[in-house]
């Protein structure tokens, strides 16, 4: 399963995968991830390394994947998007 398979690839314990309704867009959420308090430019390398990932691991194609880094803390959720550029790296 792709979220198992990103959960070990890049060390987080809480992983959400999110398939858009045409299924050609891919949200990954990495729910309270160390990250989420990293500078922008990190969390876009990590965005575009699991753009990269998604796009070897997933057999269908996707248009785009995005990277989410969540903070929750009891009602209270705030995410920041970065947009994977898989051939940036």
Do not use: I
């Not at 992983?15 to 050609?24: A, F, M, P, W």
């Not at 729910?31 to 998604?54: G, I, W």
């Amino acid at each position: 399963m792709l979220r198992d398979q990103l959960v070990n690839q890049f060390h987080e314990r809480d992983v959400d995968v999110v398939l858009d309704v045409s299924k050609t867009k891919m949200t990954v959420k990495f729910m309270n991830s160390p990250l989420y308090s990293a500078t922008r430019e990190a969390k876009q390398h990590r965005a575009d390394e699991v753009a990269a990932f998604v796009m070897s691991h997933y057999n269908h194609p996707l248009s785009s994947v995005s990277t989410q880094f969540v903070s929750k803390r009891g009602a209270l959720s705030l995410a920041e998007t970065f947009e994977g550029r898989p051939a940036a790296q």
